[in-house]
């Protein structure tokens, strides 16, 4: 294997570790997929962790507003790649137009119904006890301070000022009923590890992180709160290199993080992934 | 990459925030390259925070706009500049102004990247501060020049030292508040050093720092240190070592779970240690089945004939043997210790202090065997490092402590300085993980190579838990050891007669009755002697895995006997508690009930144990029994008020 990404192999043994307890600690357990780059690195994990198999379900919270693109990459990988897809909506804000723009809510407000309690919905109603999700430590300061099982209490609230000891990869995977768990394998990884690990398995990845245009998508959410970057970067090695040199933060396209100093984390903290 | 030469915002800037840096060249960083991990630990309000976040604003890693937005926030609070609200991201942690739990964040210098942890230094949240610690590759200890050493520096430092982290630098910051003298400097460094060599630390160097004004972070020579010739911080950092791989050491694989997806058996699991190599025999402890390896599967990647350590694989074996997750395969020249009871150092950090006879369930590796603390044998003041001398029935929150621990099953371990990944475990009391320790003490046993190939353990169709519950109680060995005379013999009996009295299922195994049968070919070599013990304890673990209360009576004179005796017990899942019936030689041989030392002192018996024979007193059985002090009623009340606990079925074992 190429020694330039000797590396990878020590991110990618700890990531399937961590799958295949969450897979043998949790009989009613997901992962989460929100189409993007991260999320294609953790289906590739699993197949590893599994030999080849994806023995949980995916969920997708789909807002009804993402880039249709992406809509169209996760149809194609389910199709090829078998995989159990469970879509999970918020039909009832969408009917009632409850969304941001239009319906005269913020962004935050928007998310918090068609993300946060979508995925509350799908989760109770499957009655998923765990939940796997592809966030990374330094996309964000509130994620930087996660656990790799992280529990959320029966509203879904995450008590981050009391978070449990995670010591020796001994991880908590006991809890009072009704306690729901995110499970965070890739918490460890960079952005730059992702795309370095997307080009040396050949992983696929939406269109949309290649420039086109002058622009590239370096973050993808719903389209009317993300915006493309500046960048002529139009293959894996190309962004890999543009990252080295780059001064803005991964999610500062993202808009809905902008709002105010704390919006993120009270997100977070009400149960956002 | 040039260090934010372009930095247009200078001029908000602290006083000297460019200090004497701001020229200095950033090289590429090797990006193909395992991050560093420093964690960065602490009296509280020392100052670590802020050196994180000036560390990543003079080595150029913030990200753009970051700089402005934290000042954006200061000045809505209305305060002057904060670094530390890089990473203190949480309001309660802005509005407080502490580190409430761990942060990691990537930067990188000249040579390399590293990920730095931020421990909060606060007592109340050690456990996150031990969370952060425990993956780091080493450690930066941080003590304030005007307050000097504090409380939390000596308890992180001694938890540093607890947690294998033994690569320190201790950073002497806030200098630029002692006027840069180098007296302060010097008294710190002799102070701490003092202290840190009882832990066996030898911190790598001290270094002073203003890490608010960006003082020895990047450039050594700067106008206010003249008299310090080492070097500043981030090429401090730069001279550390990285680890060294595991893959030297003896193999342990752990066995994380067993996949059928196809027509493959694969076991999944980590190497943890050492390598594991297709073709090799390896021992699945505890039970110790051996089979040889077939294959290391993977997916997408070409095959591979050795799984280094740290790879997380699976494996298919030639001879099907059963393995199931918690199992550690090693190899017949470097076994691990299988036992029941084992000593440990540990910290607690859980609400509920550490309760002696509390049932706990233990962690290590993919293990998870429930169990009890036997005694608390020591309890450490972890920032004095006085030992409180009184006798302790439980270990508080943020206290350490040597217990002794004793498992319903047998555990796979290993000691700490031998091999740290199989020498850690935590504890988990009810839902939580609640301590953490390191084992030590541990004796290893060779194995005997009492083993044909070709035979395989039979299952019935009755389970031991459908004996437990038809019987009421669960299966035990007691094992009592001591001298001829002393009174083993009698109270296993008074013992089996208050069982049976009870409605349990109880036997006595004598030495004597074992020798008319089953043992009449063996003599009393030494050698003899081993496979008498050897015998019984296999006979007794059997009568045992069926749901008796089986009581041993043998002199069982030699100590590694007898923690052979438990490993044979422990291996069938049975509990195993030894019994040191102690009296004097003088007593035992003034009672003589069969008259043996009358005949041994008259030379017609050769190696009698007392006489002519070693008898290795046990050095941390269960239980001791005094006989030649107290009655054996005295010591019969002792004995059930021990056993009888043992033997009681647990609810919440029984839900599922």
Known sequence: ?273 | MKVREETASATDLPEQALSDDSDREFVEPLFGEKAFRVVIVGHVDHGKSTLVGRLLYETGSLPDGKYEEIQTICRRRNMPFEWAFLMDALQAERDQNITIDVSQIWFHSALRNYVIIDAPGHKEFLKNMVTGAATADAALLLIAANEGVQEQSRRHAYLLSLLGVGRVLVVVNKMDLVSYSSDVFAQIEAEYRAFLKQLRIEPIRFIPISARDGVNLIAAKTKHLGWYDGPALIDALDQLEAPKSASDGPLRFAVQDIYRFDERRIIAGRVESGSLRVGEQILFAPANKESTVASIESWQTPPIAVAPSGQAIGITLKEQIFVERGQVAATADAMPIETNRFRARLFWMGDRPLTLGRRYKVKLLTQEVECQVASIDRVIDASSLETTSSIRRSVGRNEVAEITVQTRGPIVLDNYDRLAVSGRFVLVDENDVAGGGIVFGGQYLDRAPYRSSNISWAEGQVSLRERIERNGHRGLVVWFTGLSGAGKSTLAYALERELFDRQMHACVMDGDNLRHGLNANLSFSPEDRVENIRRAAEVAKLMAMTGLVVVTSFISPYRADRLKARQIVSSGGVEFVEVHVSAPIEVCESRDPKALYQKARAGLIQGFTGIDAPYEAPEDPELILKTGQESIATSLDQLLGFVIPLLRLDEAEYEI
Request: charged letters at 30%; one cysteine or more; hydrophobic letters at 35%.
């Open chain 1, 1 to 273: 294997m190429d020694g330039r990404f000797a590396h990878l192999d020590a991110l990618e043994s700890q990531s399937v570790y961590i799958l295949r307890e969450a897979y043998r600690k949790f009989r009613r357990l997901a992962m989460l997929w929100s189409v993007g780059k991260d999320s294609s690195v953790l289906l590739w994990l699993m197949r590893k962790a599994f030999f080849g198999h994806l023995p949980i379900p995916c969920v997708h919270v789909d807002t009804s507003f993402k880039i249709p693109e992406m809509i169209a990459f996760r149809d194609q990988l389910v199709r090829e790649w078998g995989i159990d897809l469970v879509i999970g909506q918020n039909r009832e804000a969408l009917k009632t137009g409850r969304t941001f723009p239009q319906g005269a809510l913020t962004r935050v407000e928007c998310c918090g119904l068609l993300k946060r309690d979508a995925l509350q919905a799908v989760i109770e109603e499957r009655g998923y006890q765990a939940v796997i999700v592809g966030i990374r430590r330094d996309e964000e300061g509130t994620r930087a301070k996660e656990r790799y099982f992280s529990p959320r209490d029966k509203n879904f609230e995450w008590n981050f000022r009391d978070q449990p000891p995670e010591l020796w990869d001994q991880f908590k995977t006991d809890f009072d009923p009704g306690t729901h768990i995110r499970i965070h394998p890739l918490l460890h990884w960079t952005e730059t590890n992702v795309w370095e690990y997307i080009e040396r398995e050949n992983i696929p990845v939406v269109d949309l992180y290649f420039a086109r245009n002058g622009f590239r998508y370096r973050s993808l959410g719903c389209a009317p709160c993300t915006k493309p970057v500046q960048s002529t970067a139009s293959s894996v090695p190309a962004i890999i290199a543009e990252l080295r040199e780059t001064k803005l933060s991964e999610r500062s396209t993202r808009a809905q993080d902008q709002e105010s100093e704390d919006a993120f984390e009270r997100l977070r903290a009400s149960g956002y992934m």
